[in-house]
């Protein structure tokens, strides 16, 4: 049987660069949803499974959008190993406000009462978290 691996002290350079690391998380996740619902408008109305995974990488919206998925998913593991997840994990839903906003900008997706509510709600939370975590 192992032992557990040590605890690390984290500096607060270090936590702020995991903040940091996560807020770019929300950037590279957005524009890959935006990359990959650009790349799905390009399908044939009802693509087999086999056509879907063949697209995939000859596809280059699709594909960059999986790659951005990648690169995403890296600066999350690199951030989470210094910053507080009871942080960094709530800032991610800024990407729900980051895809709205992009949706709306480049696919004339509709912004009604409702949406504005729901975004203002996730980005008080995340200050509200924010805030909460320096006391």
């Known amino acids: 049987m192992t032992a557990p691996p040590p605890v690390t002290i984290s500096t607060p350079a270090q936590k702020r660069r995991s ?74 839903a800024l990407t729900f406000v980051w895809v709205t906003i992009l949706s709306i900008m480049i696919f004339h997706d509709s912004m009604n009462p409702l949406k504005l509510v729901g975004i203002a709600i996730i980005v008080s939370g995340v200050a509200v978290l924010g805030r909460g975590s320096h006391t």
């Open 19 to 92: 903040l940091w690391l996560v807020f770019c998380c929300t950037l590279f996740g957005a524009a890959a949803q935006i990359l990959i619902k650009s790349g799905a408008n390009t399908f044939a109305p009802d693509p087999t499974v086999a056509e879907m995974i063949g697209r995939i990488f000859t596809n280059l919206p699709l594909f960059t959008g999986y790659a951005f998925y990648g690169i995403s998913t890296v600066m999350l593991v690199l951030a989470l190993r210094h910053g507080e997840l009871s942080l960094l994990y709530p800032v991610i």
